[in-house]
């Protein structure tokens, strides 16, 4: 069964750079059938997809975050990677990672259990 | 604000039935598949529906899905006090984004 895991700094200070970790178990990154996407959560309020990457590196970000998502995919330890630069209380959040289908006509899971990180000096 | 527009509450009795509905425009849910996503208390999303009206396998028939045009709905039969949850729909942008709604909590009295 496919598994995810979020991992990272759960404490950022304002105008630094957050970094996300998603291990991916019981399953290969490398599919081509699927996309490995980005998915945040501020307390109390609802769902932001950030981006997603494919296995061969390509990605798609929410133009929402202006330039300041980047992802990363390393096939050879099933993991992919999140950095969020110039941060701020605002993007204080349980960051989920998740696979989806690829296409318009997909959909995200498994989903990560989440990870909390907290923006403030 | 989310693109989608989903009531912030509803709420039903055990045994009831209850509908939560999701209204988008033609450039995601009029051109493109609504998801649903169940998230309990203190836990992470998990899909529910998937493209309009399919259920993942776990998920009980009580659930289901339709759309019809610009909007979607999710009707949850014989509800159980296990149902009590937020509720999310999501769908494809063509501006190139996935989109959800603000979320649903739905209490059962």
């Known amino acids: 069964q496919l598994q995810l895991q979020e991992s990272g700094s759960g404490l950022v200070k304002p105008s630094e750079t957050l970094s996300l970790t998603c291990s991916v178990s019981g399953g290969s990154i490398s599919s081509p059938s699927y996309t490995w996407g980005w998915i945040r959560q501020p307390p109390g309020k609802g769902l932001e997809w950030l981006g997603s990457?494919?296995?061969?590196?390509?990605?798609h970000y929410n133009p929402s975050l202006k330039g300041r998502l980047s992802k990363s995919i390393d096939t050879s330890k099933n993991q992919f990677a999140l950095k969020l630069s110039s941060v701020t209380a605002a993007d204080t959040a349980v960051y989920y990672c998740a696979r989806h289908t690829v296409g318009s006509t997909g959909w995200f899971d498994p989903w990560g259990q989440g990870l909390l990180v907290t923006v403030s000096s | 604000q989310s693109v989608l527009t989903q009531p912030p509450s509803a709420s039903g009795t055990p045994g009831q039935r209850v509908t939560i509905s999701c209204s988008g425009s033609r450039s995601n849910i009029g051109l493109n598949t609504v998801n649903w996503y169940q998230q309990l208390p203190g836990t992470a999303p998990r899909l529910l529906i998937h493209?309009?009206?399919h259920r993942p396998s776990g998920v009980p028939d009580r659930f289901s899905g339709s759309k019809s045009g610009n909007s979607a709905s999710l009707a949850i039969s014989g509800l159980q006090s296990e149902d009590e949850a937020d509720y999310y729909c999501?769908?494809?942008?063509?501006?190139?984004?996935?989109?959800f709604g603000g979320g649903t909590k739905l209490t059962v009295l």
């Open positions: 999501a769908a494809w942008d063509d501006s190139l984004t996935w989109v």
């Open positions: 990457i494919y296995h061969t590196g390509r990605t």
């Open positions: 493209s309009n009206n």
